[in-house]
């Protein structure tokens, strides 16, 4: 694929020419000198990093890089005032003599007091420093002020989070970091952060980088920001990026995540970090805690062993020298969980519950990671970096599923059901075990060149994650899925009102003679099918390179230029199958032989431990067992080839993706550096080429040398003779439809900040982004159905290689306030307008169209359903607001309340436009809040985020379901807490959780006019997630 397309090269070597060719200097600057110098804060034995160095009485200034050092260039010759300031720190003021044509160093400290002006050239006289004596609370407050100082500082509207400000987590997983900031929405898996939606857009718009660089998604379809590939052992804080400039990616509708790894020059000496800890999920209440830190005793020897289970997590930053600096860091972690779901199926017309289901969810996660960083500077001008991370992300999951259908003519209200006397109840056990492994390589090598306002800035890199999942195989004994059922029941079901509380409803049976029956006696079951789902190897190789080249301008006013070029390839490999057995011990549908009681079938020491809330207890049918039968006699399990061939076909997929994205971006800076311009505009290229499964059943169908159809006496299509795995075989062939795409367009972008001063910043912004479709959307596949259906069933499935991106206007108005009276304060208005967005359509075929898929005119009399951009248009309106408060400055306050901060934020949507009713996957309003309490040796805090109810699409009527019927979470409060005591800075214990109070993840179904008890569809109660450890730093 071509890198560039051929109208592009030119323009886009005019740019870089442009910048390149610009004369090094427009005036004559012999009179002017340079100052150069580190900032740090010797208390933390850290760098600052962002810290701002201005010359008094000039419009010069400069930050200092992540190794805290900072370069001012064309100083006036002779005596001048230097000023360092960052937020949290108070700023410093040096006298500095300049000669013409030299360099002078001047180093600062703002983790010191002065107490006496500093001399020219010198450092200033400061009190001794000692290291222990940095507390806790200084901690804190030192990682909160590095945080606010980039977000302040930024050209753009960002927000970012220090890795300390909402404490020890365990997993590892940088969702859990983002759930408190304004903007976002954190989706869960039930517990497990899987992606973040930013201003209501889908999780697809949102992009995730590690320093910059895009990483692979662990997930076959999706393109969201995966945070179980993303690696945190090294994390130094995230940054989250609501409006783009032109040197960052327009693909991200919703905005941008960027995990930045700490950088070994940070330090100014080494240090190591330890934290050894315990991960336990218990659904039990707190006052139990005590005794579930001993518990253990699983469903098998996967998920087996002790429910508080250990990990840990270190890193080592060691500076070499001032020229070489390297950081490592690793951790593992194994968490249990047990989860309960209460899954009510009401008919919400006639106000009945149908069905009834209460599922027992055990899983073992293991988690590793590691990583290292190399950071070299050969020379003044030059610096290098070489990163490698590793994330291992292993699930066993065990899932007992118990469910009751209480049948055709069943009666009830709000709080029972009552099967009907014919007796067509019917009971389900399902088990299902599964192995998903994931593992994510991701590689970067980096090289900056600054010289004389230069900058040449390269990288490039190379991320690889797999994906597999496995069962009914050497290693792994067990079938994915059994599922044996009791049928011929009259079922009574009452007290659904304690659903919501986590207790499943008191359901009893009978047979039709009226004779009681245990219908939570597995051995009672037949056993119909077992499964086993494979996705043998999910590969997915991104392949990124970038190149910038800036230089700053020696104009009266700061002006900068910054030209470059971003390149990935994204190569997507999917191969998934289910295999199925039908359980027939002498190949007859009815026999008792079936009954899973004429086996030893039954997972005995799990049925004895496990029980739910209300008391129930159900003897479970052991896929490991069943798969133990099924080596001893295979004959007895008859595999389904022609559906195991299908599932195959449909399960691979290949798609190559490349981007090509050339930009051009100038920063203006006006009134004394208080205004900043940065403005340009970004073109992007995406070139797509995939193959997928054809599904052709008019190729089972017997045609002439011309490709007609041969028709019998009635008219009818032949078939060709053959079982019905030859028929599958003709019908659906692996990788045969293909399919091309390719579109560009440019996407510029607009940031402005206004800084009345230090601590008060206004932001006025615009950006054009765009939100690439999902693979599962573009990836070349196709179903046609029968040329024998009936005319309206004759349909061609399609997905939909030529579908464009849907595309956003995004318009920004911000203002910040930092530090004043301790308080930091951000309004911002914000409005989106959407076009282009996904539908799924239903046309009737052309001649083009089918053209297009590569079919003839046999198939003029079908219609098409497959994904297409919207003509519609939709608006949101937004307004995010927060505040956090520290009442350290209230002097007239106790002592002891100066280490307390409250914090509050909200995200308020507004949906408008055509296509409202169609835009769903939001929620309209998200409240966070929290407090914290520091001092020298103790840290308390508290954390709570409130999501409002996040709509799906509007579901088919039908006979129960009635019109304008959706699916919906609804709305949830979540608090996590956490608490540490620091006895040395070399060890601490500490204890923190999430999930405090074991609130449900309640997913409903909505209908405007059914009774509000009908609503109920999941209820997910997935326990509090505790981590206990000990921690420390040398």
Known sequence: MSLLPPKLLLPSVCALLLVLLLPARLAAQAAAGTIEGRVIHAAAGANLKQVRLAVDGTVLEAFTDEAGEFRLAGVPAGEVTVRASVAGFAPQTVRVRVA???TVRQDFDLGTRPVAPAGPGAPAKDQTVVLDAFTVAERELSAQAAALQEQRTAPNLKNVVAFEEFGDLGDGNPGEFLKFVPGIQVAMSPAIPTEASIRGMPGSGTLLTIDGVELSSDGPAGRGAGFTASNVANIDRIEITKVPTPDMPANAVGGMINVVGKNGFSRRDPQFTYNVFGLLTTKEPFSRLGRELFASGSADASTGGAHF???????YVRPINRSLAVSLSGGRNVRWEDKDNLAPTWNRVAGIQTQSSVAAQIAARERNVASVRVDWRPGASHTLFANLQFTNDNVSSRIYTFTQAYGAGATGGENFTQGAATGVGTTTLATTYREQLKDTWHGALGHRFERAGWKIESTLARSQSRRRTRSAEPGREFFGTTSATLTGLVLRADNFGEQRFGTPPTVAGRTRTGQAIDISDGRLYTLNTATSPQEPLMTNALTTAKFAVSRALPFRLPVLVKAGIDWSLNERDLRTETRTWNFRPTFAAGSPERLAGSYDLINQGYSDQRSFTSGLRVRWIDPRKVYALYTANPSWFVLNEAANHTSRVNGSQVLDEAITAPYLRTDFKFLDNRLWIAGGVRYERTANEGVGGLNDIRATYQQDAAGNLIRNAAGQPVRVPGDALALARLQYRERAASGKKHYGDTYPSLNTSYSFSENLVARAAYARTIGRPDVNFIVPTRSIADPAAAENNRVINATNPGLGPWSADNYDLSFESYGVKGATVALS??????????????????????????????????????????ANSVRVDGFEWSWRQSLKPF??????????????NGTHLDVGGAGAAEFSGYSPRIINWGASYANARFLLKYNVSRIGRQRAALDNVSATVPPGTYQAQDTRMVADGSVEYRFHRKFAVYASVRNLTNEPRPLITYSPNAPAYTRPRTYNYYGALWTIGVKGTF
């Open 100 to 102: 013409a044509g030299g």
């Open 309 to 315: 289970r250990p990990g840990f997590d270190f890193t």
């Open 829 to 870: 208005l914000f409005r989106k307008n959407i076009s282009g967005f996904f539908v799924a359509t239903r046309t009737d075929a052309t001649l083009a169209l089918l053209a297009e898929m590569g079919l003839n005119d046999d198939y003029l009399d079908y219609d098409v359903i497959t994904t297409r951009n919207s």
């Open 891 to 904: 002097a007239g306050l106790p002592a002891w309340s100066r280490g307390i901060q409250l914090w509050v």
